[in-house]
Structure formats: structure tokens, C-alpha cells
């Protein structure tokens, strides 16, 4: 079966242009996770799905960023007023229930802010 | 205190050798236990998973769990130059549902 799918492979984008990057789960998953991995760094966790609701915020960087998922399925992950901080790797990943199942990565959206 | 903690490393080991990796966790509730492996530019894959304490084995892979000790280890017996990669350990916090990674420790196996 398909795993988890992420569009855009790179983006580049002008300091100060909103972008957002798009995160298609395996099917039937119901969790669904962002992280954020800058170079040589590990993972930093921005935001988690169950379903359509988001229970967890807690490490979204600012209000800058924001999430969303619709149909219990497709994710966006929107940067405003983008900053070359925000120059990373972000993952996707989805699990079939909460925290205790196996996480499933997707390949990540390059994100380049110059 | 870090809720998961592992040696940044790197750990070299000669080809052929047994790789022991070692992560600690801080949350006594945590029910699973997680090992990825990511190469270089590439994005975290599974190598194991273990919710019982003791051995879990799969091929050269062997997680080892200690719930009172609370720590989670893996080893790779007959380290390949593919094994170069930085592992990635993540542990379930019970009580907040979430998954959290340690920062991963890079293992380079000398040819």
C-alpha cells in the first residue's frame, strides 16, 4: 500500500511569503504528526492530529505557524510571514491510533527561506 | 530532566562487531518503545518496536527493554558499513499521548 506522501519535495521561498506544505497520510490512519528537523538536529515536534482535532499544539513554534486536517485525512501545515529560521526539513508521519503505535514517516518538504 | 536521552555519539565500530546503542527515558508509565533509523537526507524509518521487558529480536537487530531500570537498548551484531546511520530512540509519555524522540545517536561502522 501507498505511505505517507509529501508535497512539495523543496520549496523556496522569499523571506516573508506565506507557503504551505501538504501531507497526505496512510489510508485509515487516524494520527497524524508534524515535525521539524533542522540540520544536523533532531526531531522537533510541532503538532499532532487525531482525526480532524488537534490535542496537542504545544510545539508550534508561533502563531506564525498553523495546521489543519480535513476529512480525517490530508493535513496542511502553514508558515505566514515566512523567516529564514524557518529554513528546515519538515516531516510528516501517521500512526494508526495515539502514541503508543508505530509512526510512519513520509519523505519531508525541504523548506528554504532565502 | 530530559524525558529521552541517548549519546549523541559518534559511536564507531568496527565492521563485523556488535553496535550497542542505549537510550533512558524518564516517564515510568511509557508503554512503547521505539527504534528508527535515519540515513543522512533521508527521513526516520523503523528498525523495532518493543512494549515488554526483555529481548526482541529480528535478524542482526536486538531491542532490550528494562522498565525498572527504564532504560531501551538496541544492538546490531555484524555491523555493515549500511548501518552508518543516525538512531533515533522514542517513548511513549503515557500521560500526555505523545511520542517523544531522543536526538538520535550517529553509529559509523568502519569498513
Not at chain 1, 503508543?100 to 523548506?111: C, K, M, V
Not at chain 2, 529521552?4 to 515510568?28: H, K, M, W
Not at chain 2, 535478524?59 to 555484524?78: E, H, M, P
Request: with cysteine; proline share 4%; charged share 20%.
Amino acid at each position: 500500500g501507498a505511505g505517507v506522501s509529501q508535497s512539495p519535495s523543496n520549496k523556496v521561498t522569499e523571506k516573508g511569503k506565506d507557503v504551505e506544505l501538504r501531507c497526505d497520510p496512510i489510508s485509515g490512519h487516524t494520527a497524524l504528526y508534524w515535525y521539524r528537523q533542522s540540520l544536523g538536529q533532531g526531531l522537533e515536534f510541532l503538532i499532532y492530529f487525531q482525526g480532524n482535532s488537534a490535542p496537542d499544539k504545544s510545539g508550534l513554534p508561533s502563531d506564525r505557524f498553523s495546521a489543519e486536517r480535513t476529512g480525517g485525512s490530508v493535513s496542511t501545515l502553514t508558515i505566514q510571514r515566512t523567516q529564514q529560521e524557518d529554513s528546515a526539513v519538515y516531516l510528516c508521519a501517521s500512526s494508526v491510533g495515539g502514541s503508543a503505535d508505530t509512526q510512519y514517516f513520509g519523505p519531508g518538504t525541504r523548506l528554504t527561506v532565502l | 530532566q530530559k524525558e529521552v536521552e541517548q549519546n549523541s555519539g559518534p559511536l564507531s565500530v568496527p565492521e563485523g562487531a556488535i553496535a550497542s546503542l542505549n537510550c533512558t527515558y524518564s516517564d515510568r508509565g511509557s508503554q512503547s518503545f521505539f527504534w528508527y533509523r535515519q540515513y543522512s537526507g533521508k527521513s526516520p524509518e523503523l528498525i523495532m518496536s518493543i512494549y515488554s521487558n526483555g529481548d526482541k529480536e529480528d535478524g542482526r537487530f536486538t531491542a532490550q527493554l528494562n522498565k525498572a531500570s527504564q532504560y531501551v537498548s538496541l544492538l546490531i551484531r555484524d555491523s555493515q558499513p549500511s548501518d552508518s546511520a543516525t538512531y533515533l530512540c522514542a517513548v511513549n509519555i503515557w500521560r500526555d499521548d505523545k511520542i517523544i524522540f531522543g536526538k538520535g545517536t550517529r553509529l559509523h561502522i568502519l569498513p
